[in-house]
């Protein structure tokens, strides 16, 4: 939770270089499924990286999205037997996060 929006922005932004720098997570579209907004429909601003299915891993999914002056992130690293999990509770989290 930021005190305005334009901190949450900027704090979305450094996120989001943070996940696709080398010396980051290196999530770029080379490396990893990258979906941006406004396909996801989470909060003001939104990404979606997965990964994993190119080494023969289960895949790694990370979403980062931002409402107004709140910035959320949810990562699941071991989606073995529900894949879909982690975008239900993204789904929730941004409900709760609108007033939902």
Avoid: K
């Avoid at 704090?11 to 499924?33: C, K």
């Avoid at 071991?78 to 239900?88: G, I, N, V, W």
């Amino acid at each position: 939770l930021f005190e305005t929006v334009a901190d949450a922005e900027r704090a979305f932004d450094a996120a989001v270089l943070l996940h696709e720098a080398d010396d980051g997570w290196d999530l770029t579209a080379g490396r990893a499924r990258v979906e941006r907004d406004p396909e996801l429909g989470l909060g003001d601003a939104g990404i979606h990286y997965a990964q994993g299915f190119d080494y023969g891993n289960p895949e790694i999914s990370v979403y980062l999205w931002r409402g107004d002056n709140v910035l959320l992130h949810a990562v699941d690293y071991h989606p073995y037997d529900r894949p879909d999990l982690l975008e239900s509770i993204v789904r929730a989290m941004d409900a709760r996060a609108r007033g939902g």
